[in-house]
């Protein structure tokens, strides 16, 4: 199995769009089911039948809901070291989520005649998604629910269908409110529109304010939906990592975290980049190796993943750094003399790993900063998961001084009328001390 060989001008910067037309059209009939007549919140009743059907739940359950009191069982009932790597990952991944929560502050400056000011403040309930399909994340419940908590929202509402036990114990130390056991469109939308319980006419689920975490098509498709409604953190396209290496790589590394891309999905892109053609040939005959060992159903996964991956011969660092940049790849890899060096001069990715012992991998199971990236060239314009999907900066402004603020009172005339707005005009002079057109 090798990895597709392309020259640097056959490289494709084409930005896909991430939504599935068909996925759409799945997506939004699933969403209507569940929420008959545009009714303001979805209904339990349809809502479990949907669940029954596509396996969200076991056919014979009734229940929507994890209980708290079901998770704190699945975390007491832990392997003691599956414990302890569980409360590792929680805590690492709080503290630096509460470093970016204290980086940004309530401020206020001196205006003309006052003050102004930014107050920063969370929304109220944040909406999380964890897959729950090909293989359980519990990983992603800690990244979503531990950045919403650090962030300060009220309630935090947990989606993930089929959840194992794993998953109901990292929803326990995540500090999850709510956790309704439903996946795809049917789990975006219980919370963007929120969940009535039919028989006591009660709500079960809140609205959220802002949805995020990884899914599928149909999740994403959901989001696309919702968005506007809601926040959502992005519109999320196939997984994919960028590895940047020269002669001095470890080979054997360099293809284990290719394959470790690539065995998320068959629509995974793994990329190498390298100034090095040598050590191109060292790493496509280790993921060969590599691939060979991996077990069912990963090595086919990997392997379909493969047909759309590929590696590029470049005439330098810089060279590969230019088709990084185009790319913006969601995990961008620097493995090379100088790794600092040259992590420094990339300018578009989504996260960053540098250095050989920095695998992509580690920032998946929590080393610290989020793993949920934006893919498929958007990291040009933005930036992965943060405290900052769940905040509002809100600015505020005060006059105190009349004489102070004159002159910004006819500055505030003047440009209303050159923009022909004459009640904006009017209304800056309403506060005029000389109360009268200028």
Request: hydrophobic share 40%.
């Amino acid at each position: 199995m090798s990895l597709n060989r392309l020259t640097p001008s056959q490289v494709s910067l084409e930005i896909k769009d991430p939504i599935d037309p068909t996925a759409l059209t799945q997506a939004t009939a699933i969403m209507n089911e569940i929420r008959p007549s545009n009714q303001k919140h979805c209904s339990s009743t349809h809502l479990l039948n949907v669940a029954h059907r596509l396996s969200d739940i076991p056919s014979d359950s009734t229940s929507l809901i994890i209980t708290k009191e079901q998770c704190k069982t699945a975390f007491d009932n832990l392997d003691p070291a599956e414990r302890k790597s569980l409360i590792n990952i929680h805590g690492r991944v709080k503290a630096f989520a509460e470093m970016q929560r204290s980086s940004v502050t309530d401020m206020e400056v001196d205006i003309p005649g006052g003050k102004a000011g930014q107050t920063i403040s969370p929304c109220n309930a944040a909406g999380c998604y964890a897959p729950g399909g090909r293989y359980p994340l519990p990983s992603s419940v800690i990244m979503t629910v531990v950045t919403a908590r650090a962030a300060g929202c009220d309630v935090v509402v947990l989606a993930s269908p089929r959840p194992v036990e794993i998953t109901k114990a990292a929803a326990f130390i995540a500090g999850a409110d709510v956790f309704i056991c439903v996946g795809g469109a049917q789990a975006i939308a219980s919370m963007a529109y929120g969940v009535v319980d039919d028989e006591e006419n009660k709500l079960m689920v809140p609205s959220c304010d802002v949805i995020c975490g990884p899914g599928n098509k149909w999740v994403t498709a959901a989001k696309s939906v919702v968005s506007g409604r809601c926040g959502i953190d992005m519109l999320a396209g196939p997984s994919e990592v960028l590895v940047i290496c020269d002669s001095t790589a470890n080979a054997d590394m360099v293809a284990a975290d290719l394959i470790a891309q690539a065995e998320h999905d068959v629509v995974a892109r793994a990329i190498l980049l390298s100034d090095d053609e040598d050590m191109i040939d060292k790493i496509d005959k280790a993921v060969g190796e590599q691939l060979s060992t991996l077990p069912e159903p990963n090595q086919s996964t990997a392997r379909e993943a493969c047909k759309q991956s590929f590696a590029v011969c470049c005439t330098s660092i810089e060279e590969c750094i230019s088709i990084s940049d185009d790319i913006a790849p969601e995990h961008l890899e620097i493995q090379t003399v100088d790794s600092m060096g040259v992590a420094k001069r990339c300018k578009n990715y989504g996260g960053l790993f540098v250095g050989e012992r920095a695998a992509e991998v580690l920032g998946d199971y929590g080393a610290g900063p989020n793993h949920t990236l934006p893919t498929g060239g958007t990291g040009k314009y933005t930036g992965g998961l943060s405290v900052f999907n769940f905040l509002r900066i809100r600015t505020w402004m005060r006059i105190d001084n009349a004489e102070e603020s004159e002159e910004m009172v006819q500055d505030s005339i003047r440009m209303a009328r050159l923009e022909g707005l004459e009640g904006h005009a009017r209304a800056a002079e309403a506060r005029s001390l000389n109360n009268k057109k200028d």
